[in-house]
């Protein structure tokens, strides 16, 4: 093999073997290094994908059981058969996987098997299985090793009884009783999960409301709807100790208000609470500066401290630390390479909880604008009346559209409806063209559609909504 390459990217997530595949779309030879047996980073082998192939299987067990007989679908009896569930799961993994390995075939790109580490600028070793190390030149590297799951101090982790969300997506069993630490993204989506398949599922969270970083109004309206689903809820508490007897785990809490403390005995505790860069410590050796939160610290052009080392997704402080936005950084960084004007708009990048029904939101929250001091209007529709929703049992949620006070443009976005995820795109597409409220309220939208309701709020901005 010719060991010289021109951008070698360390670590195959979303952004990494997405910034090799356009590094080498672009001519640049490409090699791309990865620890793990299979390609795709945490995101495809142990995040985002198993966890939506677990949310849709269990939705469909879910509704199977409670909401099939009500519109005349009768069924025999339903069981849940967990081993055959985890194995689509795995299958679902495995196929994507796979499609990774097809894509490096086709654009000509070197799958370097082993642990990766940069040496000196211009280099990259890669340790295989077997302990043997071989070093490739490059012109340019790209870090991209994303993040770990983190712990609260004192709480150890054994992916048995206390687990990260590694642990909670294979489950052999249904916990009885399950505690999350953490009402985010990830501790929210798997609650849904163990709950539909028939967990006591009880949620602590440090704050006094769910999804920290999300619209009030959203969290307010999206923890009712989890209650009423019978999630449980601990806020404002904070946890001080997890420990395990005999297969079991005690969760000790105190509330941040009251000062009070409880105990929880519980089957399975998960650990949610965050995720942090996963960066080598020897790194620094080379001049390459982390901030104070110990992420990679980069330039405009995703650069490092050190010339022509790169580093994009959770290794840098960009936020939101999501898949699609380390996709975004690993395009521009291998624009950047090949000398052309990469970029990211950070003020569009659209973020979902993947449950049920989903919750999205792009751009500005009323509680930031209203620390910037920037003056603004708010549109809502519910879906209470879309009649695509009603009829489809879906009525839950409403869209909440904000726009600046003067110039109307669309400053902020944020919905709770069975199909958010798939909806918000509509709202990211019209805020990278910098539209107002009055441009989407003027165009036409399908009926009967959930994508009414945004025409609806966005009409709403203006105080006149037509169906409500």
């Known amino acids: 093999m010719d060991n010289n390459f021109d951008v070698i990217v360390v670590g195959s997530g979303p952004g990494g073997y997405v910034c090799a595949i356009r590094s080498a779309q672009l001519g640049l030879k490409t090699a791309c290094v990865e620890t793990s047996k299979t390609l795709g980073g945490t995101c495809l082998n142990i995040g985002c994908i198993p966890s939506k192939s677990l949310l849709n299987s269990s939705e469909i067990y879910h509704k199977a059981q409670k909401e099939l007989n009500n519109l005349g679908v009768e069924t025999g009896e339903i069981k849940l058969n967990l081993s055959k569930m985890m194995s689509n799961k795995n299958k679902s993994v495995l196929t994507l996987t796979k499609g990774i390995e097809f894509l490096f075939k086709k654009n000509k790109i070197t799958h370097l098997k082993g642990k990766g580490s940069i040496p000196a600028k211009d280099t990259v070793t890669v340790t295989d299985n077997s302990g043997k190390k071989i ?14 799951s983190t712990s609260l101090p004192g709480i150890k982790i054994d992916e048995k009884v206390v687990v990260s969300s590694t642990g909670a997506l294979s489950f052999q069993k249904v916990p009885k009783k399950l505690i999350v630490i953490g009402g985010g993204y990830i501790g929210l989506e798997l609650s849904s999960v163990w709950k539909r398949l028939g967990s006591n599922v009880t949620v602590i969270e440090f704050f006094d409301h769910i999804i920290p970083g999300m619209d009030k109004d959203i969290s307010t309206e999206f923890q009712k709807i989890l209650k009423k689903q019978g999630i449980n809820f601990q806020l404002n508490s904070n946890v001080t100790a997890v420990s395990v007897v005999k297969n079991k785990a005690v969760v000790d809490f105190t509330n941040n208000k009251s000062t009070i403390r409880e105990r929880i005995e519980c089957d399975k505790v998960l650990v949610a609470v965050g995720r942090k860069a996963n960066i080598d410590k020897d790194i620094v050796k080379l001049g390459i500066k982390l901030d104070d939160q110990k992420k990679i610290q980069v330039n405009k052009k995703f650069e490092t401290s050190v010339k022509n ?12 630390s999501l898949a699609h936005k380390a996709e975004d950084e690993g395009i521009a960084a291998a624009e950047i390479i090949a000398g052309q004007a990469g970029h990211v708009n950070y003020d569009v990048i659209p973020a979902v909880i993947y449950t049920s029904p989903e919750v999205a939101m792009v751009g500005k929250t009323e509680e930031q604008l209203k620390k910037e001091n920037i003056k603004y209007k708010v549109g809502k529709f519910p879906f209470l009346a879309n009649s695509r929703a009603k009829i489809n049992s879906e009525a839950e949620g409403f869209v909440k559209i904000i726009a ?28 990278e063209f910098g539209a107002s409220a009055e441009d989407i309220a003027r165009t036409c939208h399908a009926h009967p559609t959930h994508s009414e309701a945004v025409k609806e709020a966005a009409m709403a901005v203006d105080k006149r909504p037509i169906h409500f």
Do not use: C
């Open 404 to 431: 600046d006070e003067k110039t109307d443009k669309v400053l902020g976005v944020s919905m709770i409806s069975a199909v958010a995820g798939t909806m918000i795109a509509e709202l990211a597409l019209a805020m």
């Open 135 to 148: 070093s490739y030149k490059t012109r340019n590297i790209v870090i991209g090793t994303g993040s770990v």
């Open 309 to 320: 080392i790169y580093a994009i997704g959770d290794v840098i402080n960009t936020s939101p």
